[in-house]
Each structure stands twice: as C-alpha cells, then as structure tokens.
C-alpha cells in the first residue's frame, strides 16, 4: 500500500505544482499586460 | 461568460468527475491482481500518463510541421505547450515506473529497452525545453525547435514497439498484445476510464499552457512597442 501511496502521491503532487505555476505565470502576465495598457 | 471560459468551466468539471470516478473504480472495483498484489494498482496511472504523454508528443510532431509550412506562431504554441505537458508525463511515468518495479523486481531500475528508450524520449523533449530557453531569436528559435519536435517523435513508435521488439524485463503488453495477452474486464473497464481522465487531464493542462502563450505574445508586443516609442523619443 505504501508504494501505490508513494506513486499516486507524486503524480498528484507534481501536476499541482505544475497548476500553480501556470496559475502564478499568468497572473505575472497579466499584470505586465495591465501595467502597460494603463 | 466567454465561450473559451466556459469550454474550460465544462473541461473542469468532466475532468473532475472522471477522475473521482477513476479513483473509486481503481480502489473499490478492480480486483487486487494475484502475483503482484495491491501495487499492480500503479499500473492505473502509469499507463495512462504515458500514453498521454505519447498523445502530447504527437501535438508537437504535427504542430511543428504545421508551423514549418505556415510560420504561424500559433503552432509554435501549441507545440511548446504539449511538449511541456508531455515532459511533465514522461516525468511521472519515470517515477511511477521505478516505485512500481522496486517491490516487484527488486530493484529500481534495468537498463532493458523500453526503460532505456523511455528515458532518451524524456532527454530528446527536455532537449528541446532547454533549446527554447538558449535560442534568443524567435524565429530561428521555432524553426530549431519544431526540427528537434519533428525528428525527436522518431523515439515515440521505438518506446511503444521496445516490448514486442525485443526482450525485456517490462511486461508485455496487455493492450493489443496478441495471443495470450489480455486483462481482467474489471481491470479493463478502470484502465480505459483512467486513460479518460488523465486524456481530460492532459487537455486541461495543455489549454491553459496555450493560453499562457498568447498572454505572453501580447506581454512581448506591448514591451516592443515601448521600447520602439523611448527609440523614438530618444532620437528626437
């Protein structure tokens, strides 16, 4: 059970991190883009 | 409530739902398999992670042909986007590979030829990752990249084919793997909905890795654009 756990545990972990970092860049983005329209 | 939004909000929730319905099945339906007892489980995810990771490879394979014959920085776009999210599977697929094999065979890892082929797969993508990020030139930097994305997909067929080719310590396939191959139909039934889920995780991931790209292209276009305006200003 340990091991599923492990395996499961890190895919679930990395594809949040990747998420947040797709979240974080676009909120940079976006921002630049704000910053410069106005 | 914009129509690309609202593709995403539907997205979403089938992505939720289809995994919650892949965990339920994973854990309370399929059987615990015989020999190898309850960590043939990781299996679940392994195999649908590295077919998507193959589906991701194919999207650069054809975007960037398509931008070769069009320049149109959408396909560079696109296929940056799904070699990414492919990277990022092919990752997994290494290490949930590795935890699944250290009870079973004994050890982490075996230089056979579809863990070897698997691996160069994920040097080949990392490659073209790291080229993306050297090249300053953006033109020259897509043409290099969509070569590198054309010729690296040659490794695709070569991972998928390692187990029927050649003798290996990987299990033969169970999926269209002839004579004597086959699965528990309660097994089956999980695994395709877990390759529905992961297929809906990987276009999630990949539509909003697109639409960081476009929010960069613009970002890039307003910075030019200024700095054209303090050239000018400065030559007045």
């Known amino acids: 059970m340990t091991w599923l756990l492990a395996a499961y545990g890190v895919v679930t972990l990395a594809v949040l991190l990747y998420r947040i970092r797709l979240v974080r860049l676009r909120r940079a983005l976006e921002a630049e883009i704000h910053a410069r329209k106005h | ?236």
């Open chain 2, 1 to 236: 409530m914009g129509r690309r939004r609202m593709g995403s909000a539907i997205l979403d929730v089938t992505l939720l739902i289809s995994m919650a319905t892949a965990m339920a099945l994973i854990f309370f339906y399929a059987p615990i398999e015989s020999k190898m007892g309850i960590v043939q489980k990781i299996f679940y995810v392994h195999v649908p992670l590295a077919w998507n990771a193959f589906l991701g490879f194919a999207i650069v394979f054809v975007a960037s042909f398509r931008y070769l014959a069009t320049r149109d920085p959408k396909w560079d776009a696109r296929a940056l986007s799904a070699a990414e999210v492919g990277v990022l599977f092919t990752t997994l697929v290494l290490i949930t590979g590795p935890i699944w094999a250290k009870p079973v065979w004994g050890i982490w890892w075996t230089w056979d030829a579809r863990l070897t082929l698997t691996l160069v797969l994920w040097l080949i993508y990392m490659g073209y990752l790291m080229l993306r990020r050297y090249v300053e030139s953006t033109e020259r930097r897509a043409v290099l990249a969509a070569i590198v994305g054309i010729t690296g997909f040659i490794d695709v067929p070569l991972v998928y084919f390692a187990i029927r080719w050649w003798r290996t310590q990987h299990p033969q396939p169970v999926i269209a793997g002839g004579e004597g191959a086959g699965l528990d139909p309660r097994m089956a039934t999980t695994l395709w909905v877990c390759v529905v889920a992961f297929t809906l995780l990987f276009f999630a991931l990949y539509r909003r890795r697109v639409a960081l790209e476009k929010l960069r292209a613009e970002a890039d276009a307003l910075r030019d654009d200024a700095e054209a305006a303090r050239a000018e200003g400065a030559n007045i």
